[in-house]
Every structure is written in structure tokens, then in C-alpha cells.
């Protein structure tokens, strides 16, 4: 099993900034790749972006988010971060992270809100 649990939104201005954080713990090892999904009312779940668990831990991004989001990682923290720049109203979501295990499981984090005003 995987636990992740996510850390970070709030209430933030247009053209504003934030940081997500989202620590794993459980069945670390098992972990190929970390990602940051999100919803927004009345919407299907999307990718915002993933990065795997390998050396260099390549990423991968949405259109809508490309340039503005970054995602990183802290292994020694079992930590992956989301670094959300030059944020839009359309950006407001529930924003949740997710693990891909081996034997292609898939773990959810509770989610946390993140909402920008105009």
C-alpha cells in the first residue's frame, strides 16, 4: 500500500503562485511514477503532469499548464512538489496526487483545493 497525502492549496490571485506538496509513504520502492491530477466542478479528472521515479525523472505535462507548472521531486523526502506560476481562474480545482505502483496500482491522495480569483 501507498498513502500520499497532499499539502498546499488555498486562495490565490490571479497571475499568483503556489506550491503543492505531496508526501508518499508506505510502499515506496513500488512507485514508478508520481503525478499531480486535478477537477474542477463539474469536469472529468485531467492530468496536470507526472514525473517518473527514475534517474533524472523525466516529466511529462498538459498543454494548458505547460510553462507555468513545474514538477519536481525530493527523494529523500518521498516528497513530489507541484510549483504552480502564473496561475488563472481556469486553474481552480481540486488538485490530487497520485502514485503508479508496480503491477500498474494506482493510489490516490485526499486532494486539496486550489482556487484563483480574477
Known amino acids: 500500500q501507498v498513502q500520499l497525502v497532499e499539502s498546499g492549496g488555498g486562495l490565490v490571485q490571479a497571475g499568483g503562485s503556489l506550491r503543492l506538496s505531496c508526501v508518499a509513504s508506505?510502499?515506496?520502492?513500488?512507485?514508478?511514477?508520481m503525478g499531480w491530477y486535478r477537477q474542477a466542478p463539474g469536469k472529468q479528472r485531467e492530468l496536470v503532469a507526472t514525473?517518473?521515479?527514475?534517474?533524472?525523472?523525466?516529466?511529462n505535462y498538459a498543454d494548458s499548464v505547460k510553462g507555468r507548472f513545474t514538477i519536481s521531486r525530493d527523494n529523500a523526502k518521498n516528497t513530489v512538489y507541484l510549483q504552480m506560476n502564473s496561475l488563472k481562474p481556469d486553474d481552480t480545482a481540486v488538485y490530487y496526487c497520485?502514485?503508479?505502483?508496480?503491477?500498474?496500482?494506482?493510489?490516490w491522495g485526499q486532494g486539496t483545493q486550489v482556487t484563483v480569483s480574477s
Open positions: 497520485s502514485a503508479l505502483a508496480i503491477g500498474s496500482r494506482r493510489y
Open positions: 508506505g510502499i515506496i520502492f513500488s512507485i514508478n511514477a
Open positions: 514525473i517518473s521515479s527514475g534517474t533524472g525523472g523525466s516529466t
